[in-house]
């Protein structure tokens, strides 16, 4: 089964993540707050109660900010860095 703590922690710990979990002062992940950020807003964390090994929550992001611009930024960088995108040599 998924433990949702440990779901919590890890996503707490995310980097580009949010946590936005609060349902005593009604905060959840929303639209209207994840817009013009870099961060993805996630929240309402719950284990799903048809399968054991699988949790439910809320995600929020703005895509034109981050799903277009910031992730293919992000992946050229993890390219450079691991070493599977070198500049190409002049022949």
Not at 70 to 89: D, H, I, P, T, W
Request: aromatic residues 6%; charged residues 25%; proline residues 4%.
């Amino acid at each position: 089964p998924v433990d949702v703590a440990a779901a919590r922690k890890a996503l707490e710990e995310a980097p580009g993540v949010k946590l936005v979990d609060d349902v005593d002062n009604m905060k959840y992940p929303m639209p209207l707050t994840a817009s013009g950020q870099y961060d993805v807003e996630v929240g309402r964390l719950r284990q799903n109660i048809a399968f054991d090994n699988a949790l439910e929550f809320f995600v929020c992001g703005d895509q034109l900010l981050r799903g277009a611009a910031l992730n293919a930024v992000l992946v050229a960088e993890a390219m450079v860095e691991n070493g599977s995108l070198r500049a190409k040599k002049a022949t």
